[in-house]
């Protein structure tokens, strides 16, 4: 039951977490990227280095003491590990037990020191994809930049193996999309992780990564227009919360309010969650006046 409603609040949490985001500045059309443009994205953040320990204390937290226990008990032993195998083994598990607590931080570090000691494709995907949840999913600025950093690490890594993946691409797509939001990295023009995104849609036109992140960068530069577009096709795919409420969400935006209305009422049948329930029923009520 516990994991059960850590899924729920985590899967909350990421549809809000557009929200904490200032729009993108400097708006501006280009032929070549269907609408997904911004010229420029704001002040660069200060690089702090973001080490496991860090990012695992304050998961810690977030999961209690009782959990914590058992992750700090696997880590004890990691620290006094004699040998390699040993070693990779504890981290491992430590990547599983942070995995089944929805820690994504914690978890993709310890999936990119897999990476690392086994070198395999699928291991640089996975650690790239919980990269890609840390940032998505932790709403701390500091850490942010480290995730984005190690996830293109990651991706470019797996696309060096695999140059024509499509996971690969996509992940690498949607990390320098998320680099960018941060002001990190290019400067004027089409983002590249952008141009990477639609290359995917091009050859995977139902894409479900691919196009939920094309959608939320369009969301964040005020294209909601774009964002429909994205939502619907991941709708007509396969009906799911997350693309029905981001698709209320950008129907509201556009002042067509018996459509957010609609969208929102399907999230709400989608994910029959109490404090979830609450909240659409506020949407709701204010587009009703």
């Known amino acids: 039951m516990y994991k059960k409603q850590l899924v729920v609040v985590v899967i909350v949490f990421a549809i809000m977490g557009y929200l904490f985001f200032q729009p993108l500045k400097g708006l501006i059309k280009h032929k070549d990227t269907q609408g997904h443009t911004n010229k420029t994205a704001g002040q660069t953040r200060p690089a702090v280095n973001v080490t496991v320990a860090m990012v695992s204390a304050a998961a810690k937290i977030a999961i ?10 696997t880590e ?35 999936y990119q020191a897999i990476a690392l000691s086994e070198n ?12 890609n949840d840390a940032f998505r999913f932790v709403r701390d600025s500091v850490s942010q930049p480290t995730f984005v950093s190690h996830a293109i690490e990651c991706f470019e890594n797996a696309s060096k193996m695999q140059p024509q993946n499509l996971d690969a691409k996509t992940g690498l797509g949607i990390a320098y999309v998320n680099q960018f939001s941060l002001g990190i990295g290019q400067e ?22 691919a196009n939920l992140s ?11 227009d774009k964002a429909i577009m994205r939502f619907k096709t991941l709708i007509a795919k396969k ?13 509201s935006q556009m002042g067509m309010k018996k459509e957010a209305i609609a ?27």
């Open 188 to 209: 004027g023009g089409p983002p590249k992780g952008v141009m990477l995104l639609l290359d995917v849609v091009g050859q995977d036109p139902t894409n479900r990564a």
């Open 64 to 73: 209690g003491p009782a959990l914590s226990v058992q992750v700090s008990t």
């Open 76 to 110: 004890g032993q990691l620290k006094n590990a004699s040998g390699g195998a040993e070693k990779l083994s504890l981290q491992k598990k430590l990547a599983k037990q942070w995995d089944d607590v929805n820690q994504a931080g914690p978890a993709a570090f310890y």
């Open 214 to 224: 094309l959608g939320l960068f369009a969301m964040k530069s005020g294209q909601y």
């Open 239 to 251: 009906p799911e919360f997350e693309p029905y409420f981001y698709l209320a969400e950008s129907y």
């Open 120 to 131: 395999t494709f699928a291991d640089w995907i996975n650690a790239g994809n919980h990269f």
């Open 263 to 289: 969208a929102y009422e399907k999230s709400r049948e989608m994910m029959p969650d109490t404090a979830v329930d609450q909240q659409i029923d506020r949407y709701i009520k204010e587009l009703k006046k």
